[in-house]
Nanobody, 127 residues
Framework: QVQLVESGGGLVQPGGSLRLSCQVS????????IAWFRQAPGKEREGVAC????????VTSPSVEGRFTISRDNAKNTVFLQVNGLTPEDTAVYYC????????????????????WGQGTQVTVSS
């Protein structure tokens, strides 16, 4: 059974950092693309970053590039999102999602349909 479980969210002051985790089960990270999305109240869901396949190729949204970094630990079946330099505009629920790497394409990666989703972890940036 495929499952994704996010953790690591919380309340952080502006300028702070968090490391979000997406623990997966039921499949191998080498065979899937794992993406992080976020959705703030009243806003559309936004693709943040994605890491793909055996090579672990990654792409990051220009809106967060330089502050957010995606990585993974295959031995732990976990994908991470390191988020630095947080601002109140980063407040959102952060989700991870998975799709087979063979189905993934870099063009418009944030618009495609992902097969499996986690329940989300809340990140709140406030002083």
């Amino acid at each position: 059974q495929v499952q994704l479980v996010e953790s690591g969210g919380g309340l952080v002051q502006p300028g702070g950092s968090l490391r979000l985790s997406c623990q997966v089960s039921g499949f191998s990270l080498d065979s899937y693309a794992i993406a992080w999305f976020r959705q703030a109240p009243g806003k559309e869901r936004e693709g943040v970053a994605c890491i793909v396949g055996r090579e672990g190729r990654s792409v990051t949204s220009p809106s967060v590039e330089g502050r957010f970094t995606i990585s993974r630990d295959n031995a732990k079946n976990t994908v991470f999102l390191q988020v630095n330099g947080l601002t109140p505009e980063d407040t959102a629920v952060y989700y991870c999602a998975a799709v087979p790497a063979t189905s993934w394409r870099v063009g418009g990666w944030w618009r495609r349909t992902y097969d499996h989703w986690g329940q989300g972890t809340q990140v709140t940036v406030s002083s």
